[in-house]
């Protein structure tokens, strides 16, 4: 069971998600990244059941060529890092993340990023 998200590009992406994580330094989320995904490969984010949940992600390519992003703007620095949705850094950039709402029955959810 978990939360994973497959590589479906020719080019490695660098993947970022957050999840909820209550009183997480005043904020209701944590972040975590960078998962480097090469391609055809998947990478699991998260153990346990996916449903019933809600997920924002952030992805791009090595190169910068391709890039998912949305409307949730958090700071997410170079290196990797596990932090709570306010935290940012000297090298951080403001990214917007996308929401992902997955349904209660669904146990395990693989994003595809194509």
Not at 40 to 52: I, P
Not at 75 to 99: A, E, I, Q, Y
Request: glycine share 10%; hydrophobic share 30%.
């Amino acid at each position: 069971m978990g939360l994973y998200f497959k590589n479906k590009t020719s080019e490695t992406v660098l993947v970022a998600y957050a999840y909820h994580s209550p009183g997480c330094d005043g904020s209701e989320w944590a972040k975590k990244g960078w998962y480097r995904i090469t391609p055809g490969a998947t990478a699991k984010v998260l153990t346990g059941w996916a449903g019933n949940s809600k997920y924002f992600y952030y992805a791009e390519t090595e190169g910068v060529t391709r890039v998912w992003q949305g409307e949730f703007i958090t700071p997410l620095p170079s290196n990797p890092f596990d932090w709570c949705w306010n935290t940012g850094s000297t090298d951080s950039r403001d990214l917007g993340l996308r929401k992902l709402e997955i349904s209660w029955e669904v146990t395990d959810y693989t994003l595809g990023l194509t």
